[in-house]
C-alpha cells in the first residue's frame, strides 16, 4: 500500500520561510516522478513544483519560481519543498502527490498517489 505523508506546514508571517517534506512508502521511490500541489479555499488544487527520479529535472509554476526550491533523498524516501519569501496568496492546503509512470508533469490527473496535504498559513 502506498503512503504518502506530508509534514511541515504552519503558519507563518510573509517573507518567512516553511519547509514541507513528503516522506513516501509502498512505491519504488527512486523511480517515482514527486510533484507538489496545493488547493486554496474556493479554488482548484494547482501545480506547484515537481521532480523526476533523476533529480536533475525540476519544474516550478511561474508564481513560486525562485521562492520555492524541490529536492529529494531517495535514500530516505523524502521529498522535500523548501518556501521562502512566502506571500498571503500561498496559503493553501499543500499535497504531495507521485507516480511511477510517464504523464504530463503538471497535470494532477496523471499522478497515481497522493498524500492527505498540510496547510500552509501566510498572514500578512
Known amino acids: 500500500q502506498v503512503q504518502l505523508v506530508e509534514s511541515g506546514g504552519g503558519l507563518v508571517q510573509a517573507g518567512g520561510s516553511l519547509r514541507l517534506s513528503c516522506a513516501a512508502s509502498?512505491?519504488?521511490?527512486?523511480?517515482?516522478?514527486v510533484a507538489w500541489f496545493r488547493q486554496a479555499p474556493g479554488k482548484e488544487r494547482e501545480f506547484v513544483a515537481a521532480?523526476?527520479?533523476?533529480?536533475?529535472?525540476?519544474y516550478y509554476a511561474d508564481s513560486v519560481k525562485g521562492r520555492f526550491t524541490i529536492s529529494r533523498d531517495n535514500a530516505k524516501n523524502t521529498v522535500c519543498l523548501q518556501m521562502s519569501s512566502l506571500e498571503p496568496v500561498d496559503t493553501a492546503n499543500y499535497y504531495c502527490?507521485?507516480?511511477?509512470?510517464?504523464?504530463?508533469?503538471?497535470?494532477?490527473?496523471?499522478?497515481?498517489?497522493w498524500g492527505q496535504g498540510t496547510q500552509v498559513t501566510v498572514s500578512s
Open positions: 521532480i523526476t527520479r533523476s533529480r536533475e529535472n525540476t
Open positions: 509502498g512505491l519504488t521511490f527512486s523511480s517515482a516522478t
Open positions: 502527490a507521485a507516480r511511477n509512470g510517464p504523464g504530463a508533469i503538471t497535470t494532477l490527473d496523471t499522478y497515481a498517489y
